[in-house]
């Protein structure tokens, strides 16, 4: 039976605008191209959100590759947050009553910048923070481990208690999916940016209905 929720990001708690980020990172200098890619980063986009350098690390290099003397933190926020689009307010309700019934855990790949204003207030018109929404969250800067590699759901798992086969992963990247499959836990691949709140209701009903059984 599933009892453990686990929500991706971009595109899935938040709608996502890729083009507005890339945008901002050009206004700044640096070219998105050689560091961003769909589901994924590369060179140091992708060391801070593994953990492998910390923010300030982040703001030397984006100086580095712009030809620039400094970049500050609060402007490489800014190209950062260039992908939120808007956080849907019926998302956050639907996770606070999931929160009644299912332990629910946020597992992205992302990185201080984007969670220093996701654990403020100004995340939610509700005036609450991301933490409020979710039992846990699973942040690969903070894990060293970076989805589709099996070792952030293991993580995952081992840390909250979880069983895999009691798991059920909302992600709007498909390898992601494919990726949590592998050990076992359920996958719900989603179109990114759209409502998931009907297609999970159903596994969900699913799920109640044959007692967890598949």
């Known amino acids: 039976m599933i009892k453990n929720l686990l929500f991706d990001m971009g595109g899935v708690v938040f709608r996502q605008r890729t083009e507005e980020a890339f945008w901002r990172f050009r206004e700044a200098g640096v070219d998105p191209m050689q560091y961003m890619g769909e589901y994924g980063q590369r060179g140091f986009f992708l060391d801070v959100e593994t953990g492998a350098i910390d923010d300030a690390e982040f703001c030397r290099r984006m100086a580095e590759a ?28 639907r996770l606070l009553a999931l929160k009644e019934d299912y332990h629910v855990c946020l597992l992205s790949n992302t990185n201080p910048f984007i969670m220093a204003y996701m654990r403020s207030p100004e995340f939610s018109a509700d005036g609450r923070p991301i933490t409020d929404y979710f039992h846990t969250l699973f942040c690969s800067y903070e894990m060293r481990a970076y ?34 499959e592998a050990v076992g836990i359920r996958g719900l691949h989603v179109k990114g940016n759209e409502n998931w709140w009907e297609p999970l209701a159903q596994v969900l009903e699913a799920d109640r209905a044959n007692g967890g059984r598949d």
């Open 147 to 180: 989805k589709p590699h099996p070792d952030i759901f293991l993580q995952a798992l081992a840390t909250d208690g979880m069983q895999a086969d009691e798991c059920l992963f909302l992600d709007d990247s498909l390898k992601n999916i494919q990726a949590a």
């Open 66 to 93: 712009a030809g620039r003397e400094s970049v500050s933190w609060q402007e490489a926020q800014q190209c950062w947050l260039g992908f939120v689009l808007d956080v849907p307010t019926d998302r956050l309700h």
